[in-house]
């Protein structure tokens, strides 16, 4: 159990760091005159509801949340690929307020950074994939979980519809969470996220 904690919090580190090196225009291929072809920065507000599993992996617990997450997406890459399989590499930099309906505990608050491929062949319609984790601090006291610092890791798939200067997503991403062996007991939280995303006119 250890020895799983100590890889969960070593792959949380390699999701970061690898997220902060492919946020630099450098790794990214493009000298300043190329980034201005790039899309701009881009802020949108996602909400939705989850609830972990039972059974999933080591989870004993089940608990369902109502999401709110504030996205900055970060492109980083002209376009690679062709025909259907066009897409451009972005960071997605969130910070996600997790209100815990069942049990009625505090919420949680983080900072996550992925590593996301958009596939941009439609003009209107988009599917994307992203990966990745980050840090998240609660005073919810869930039975078989303890620590309130916490990490996550997550992995999940959605997709963009584009109008215009707005847009809207829905998403469905696997969210781990746990603290990584920093304290007994530590059974972490395995759960499914279902998100409809709105894109911010600024």
Excluded: C
């Excluded at 369902?64 to 970060?74: G, S, V």
């Amino acid at each position: 159990m250890q020895i799983h904690s100590r890889r969960i919090i070593l792959l949380q580190q390699q999701l970061l760091l690898i997220a902060f090196i492919v946020s630099s225009p450098g790794f990214a291929g493009d000298n300043p005159d190329n980034q201005k072809k790039l899309p701009s920065n881009s802020w949108h507000l996602l909400v939705g509801a989850g609830s972990s599993h039972p059974g999933w992996g080591a989870t004993q617990e089940k608990v369902e949340t109502t999401d709110i997450i504030l996205r900055q997406k970060r492109p980083q890459t002209k376009t690679h690929g062709e025909s259907w399989y066009l897409n451009r590499k972005s960071v997605l930099v969130e910070i996600p307020l997790t209100l815990l309906r069942e049990p009625d505990e505090p919420a949680m608050i983080g900072f996550t950074m992925n590593v996301n491929w958009t596939f941009i062949a439609s003009q209107r319609f988009q599917p994307y994939i992203f990966a990745g984790g980050g840090p998240v601090y609660t005073k919810a006291e869930i039975p078989g979980t303890s620590s309130r610092l916490k990490g996550s890791y997550q992995a999940g798939i959605g997709l963009d519809f584009l109008l215009g200067r707005f847009g809207m997503s829905v998403e469905y991403r696997y969210h781990h969470l746990s603290n990584g062996g920093l304290k007994e007991p530590n059974d972490p939280l395995n759960s499914g996220k279902l998100l409809l995303g709105f894109r911010l006119p600024f």
